[in-house]
């Protein structure tokens, strides 16, 4: 995939849908992982992120606090991806200031 979608259900789903569906509108051709198309298992999540370009981080309410978001980081951290960073900042959609936002991330990663 030229890019990973890394966002938490709760707060995220629509917004990377959206997300997905513009670049490929604006890029034919692109190739975006999204978890309710791509994902086969779970498990394998260091996988996709492996098999990924660029990482895109949707950081909303939540995010920080998903053990699959921390080990999506994790793993984009330790393979050394280029990231994308994205801020929900409508708290009607999930969303909060950076600081809100930075307080939900496990030290280790600030």
């Known amino acids: 995939w030229h890019l990973f979608n890394s966002h938490i259900w709760s707060t995220g789903q629509d917004a990377v849908a959206v997300i ?14 999204l978890d309710v198309d791509d994902l086969e298992d779970i498990g394998a999540l260091e996988s996709y992120i492996d098999r990924s370009q660029v990482i895109l981080f949707f950081l909303s309410k939540g995010y920080f606090r998903s053990k699959n978001c921390l080990r999506e980081i994790r793993s984009s951290l330790e393979k050394r991806k280029p990231l994308v960073l994205v801020q ?8 909060g ?9 496990p030290e280790d990663l600030q």
């Open 20 to 33: 997905k569906n513009e670049l490929k509108l604006l890029l034919p051709g692109v190739s975006v992982f």
């Open 88 to 95: 929900e900042a409508d708290p009607a959609k999930g969303g």
């Open 97 to 105: 200031t950076i600081k809100e936002l930075r307080a939900e991330c």
